[in-house]
């Protein structure tokens, strides 16, 4: 699904938010793996250190936001598209290796019952007009019927 959001503040992208530590309380009012990652960079653009720590595992490899650290930026966000992928559609679109048994014990490890990978497009503007485009792959998994972010594994 394709979305025209404008966003008065934010900071030009997820990678580049100044982070330490993690946690890992639920995601606010539920939903699927596709629904934690907009929250997530929902809030990166936003400024909001509560809202990001909300949706990240806090054993995971994206560390906790740092309130003090996390200052929006004037940007507008053209369009975005966000969807889950299969592990064979991520190797095909990133080139990169998927190990399905790593991904699966990595479960067990977390207590989840369940993985996904979810793709995340943005085309936006920022401050200075220009127009810029990524692609962010993360792995999540399904905690206490909860969706949580274990880590972004793929930026481009």
């Not at 809202?51 to 507008?76: F, K, M, R, W």
């Not at 991520?90 to 019952?113: C, K, L, R």
């Not at 085309?123 to 274990?150: A, P």
Request: charged content about 25%; aromatic content about 8%.
């Amino acid at each position: 699904m394709a979305h025209r959001r404008k966003f008065l503040t934010g900071v030009v992208t997820v990678s580049t938010v100044a982070f330490a530590g993690c946690s890992s309380v639920p995601l606010i009012g539920g939903g699927g793996p596709e629904a934690a990652v907009e929250q997530y960079r929902t809030a990166s653009i936003e400024g909001d250190a509560t809202t990001i720590n909300e949706v990240i595992y806090e054993n995971g490899e994206l560390p906790q936001a740092d309130e003090d650290h996390l200052e929006p930026v004037d940007i507008e966000v053209l369009e975005y598209d966000i969807t889950e992928v299969s592990g064979s559609e991520f190797e095909s679109q990133t080139g990169e290796d998927h190990n399905e048994e790593a991904a699966e014990n990595a479960v067990s490890e977390t207590g989840g019952s369940e993985y996904a990978i979810v793709r995340w497009t943005e085309d936006f503007v920022d401050e200075e007009g220009e127009e810029h485009s990524f692609d962010q792959y993360y792995l999540l998994h399904e905690i206490n019927d909860e969706w949580v972010i274990i880590d972004m594994i793929h930026n481009a």
